[in-house]
């Protein structure tokens, strides 16, 4: 996602450090303890500017909702539309590369996943990053609650073929997969910043329901 510097994020995140949170690992194992309740907890990795999170967070307020990006850029325009609603004290924005994600959350801590649109990193050579890849499964597999449901949404056809082999190799159940959502009519989903646009150039979106 490209963003031109905006150079007050920085500044922005560390004066509301109530929401965003600099050093997640200090919370791995006491998620609850932050948000003071027992709610699960839904994590969406690659939150960009926060449409669906910040979203998700005034839908449902029982619910504790984690945004994690590594891009301080972006996740400072998902914090701009969090103040903007009435205290989300349901809400948490982690600058945070997913790559240590093991290093925050702890066994059973996290009841649902969203993975949004992540970059498909086309090149072979690149497929590691891939945030489906079996590599991040198995990162995630170890604090996903048995119950979880981990929900994959992608304009990419060939990065969701690939995906559903990596779930399947990594033992995931496949609850529904869909190559159209905007055909299932589903009204309780909740579009992404990413997502509105390719809806809007009719391009089909791809889906996958999981659990462990
Ligand atoms: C293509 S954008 C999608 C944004 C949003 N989910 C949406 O659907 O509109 C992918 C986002 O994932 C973030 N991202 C990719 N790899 C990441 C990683 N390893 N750790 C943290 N964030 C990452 C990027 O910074 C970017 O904001």
């Known amino acids: 996602m490209r963003l031109r510097t905006k150079p007050n994020a920085l500044d922005t995140l560390l004066k509301n450090q109530d929401m965003v949170i600099f050093k997640p690992n200090e919370y791995k194992g006491k998620w609850n303890q932050h948000f003071n309740n027992t709610n699960?907890?839904?994590?969406?990795?690659?939150?960009?500017?926060?449409?669906?999170?910040?979203?998700n967070a005034k839908k449902s307020p029982n619910?504790?909702?984690?945004?994690?990006?590594?891009?301080?850029e972006v996740l400072y325009m998902a914090l701009k539309k969090a103040l903007e609603e009435k205290e989300l004290t349901n809400l948490a924005l982690l600058p945070f590369n997913i790559?240590?994600?093991e290093e925050v959350f702890d066994y059973d801590e996290v009841n649902r996943l969203f993975i949004n649109f992540p970059d498909p990193w086309p090149k072979a050579r690149?497929?590691?990053?891939?945030?489906?890849?079996?590599?991040?499964?198995?990162?995630?597999?170890?604090?996903?609650e048995s119950n979880s449901l981990i929900i994959l949404k992608t304009?990419?056809?060939?990065?969701?073929?690939?995906?559903?082999?990596?779930?399947?190799?990594?033992?995931?159940?496949t609850i529904s997969v869909t190559y159209d959502l905007k055909s299932e009519k589903d009204l309780a989903n909740i579009l992404t910043e990413y997502e509105l646009k390719f809806m809007e150039k009719e391009v089909k979106i791809n889906r996958l329901i999981c659990t462990l």
């Not at 699960?40 to 500017?49: A, N, R, S, W």
């Open 126 to 144: 690149h497929e590691k990053r891939r945030l489906t890849n079996i590599r991040f499964l198995q990162k995630y597999k170890n604090f996903l």
């Open 155 to 173: 304009d990419n056809k060939p990065f969701f073929d690939y995906s559903l082999e990596e779930f399947k190799l990594a033992d995931f159940k």
């Open 63 to 72: 619910i504790n909702f984690i945004g994690i990006d590594a891009k301080n």
């Open 99 to 101: 790559e240590n994600i």
């Open 40 to 55: 699960p907890i839904y994590v969406e990795l690659g939150t960009g500017k926060g449409k669906f999170i910040v979203e």
